[in-house]
């Protein structure tokens, strides 16, 4: 049984849609400013595709005659980009509906989970730091009056 004329269409349109589309559509190459910041470009993609067609009546019996039709759309929205400075990792939307509560809270937890870490990190050095001078006049002092 040959291929109805509507199977090559849709094959021939599918494979220039996987041509426009790639991985790099989505997640972009990623740039680097002259500081040393890496910007990462992040899209969201949409795609429609339709097909359809009909095998015509005909007056000669050997012969067929198919008319028909593809067609596709797409569209590349950016919606973010992947910021990355000194090991810091943020996400900078630029989608305006994303101005949510919920939104915000996943924005921010980054840098709030940075901070707190940086605050328990700092609060363990200074106690250890007091530790240690406190530590040390008393080795003095033992040294000092100890006959040994």
Known sequence: MSEHPIEGMMDTTLEKIKQMVDVDSVIGNPITAPDGTLIIPISKVNYGFASGGSDLPVKIPEKEFFGGGTGAGITIT?????????????????????????????????ELISRISGMVSSKKKAKQSKAAEAAAPAEAKDSGTNPE
Do not use: K
């Open 78 to 110: 950016p919606v973010a980009f992947l910021v990355v400075t000194n090991g810091d990792v943020r996400l900078l939307r630029i989608d305006p509906g994303s101005n949510s509560s919920v939104d915000r809270i996943i924005d921010q937890a980054p």
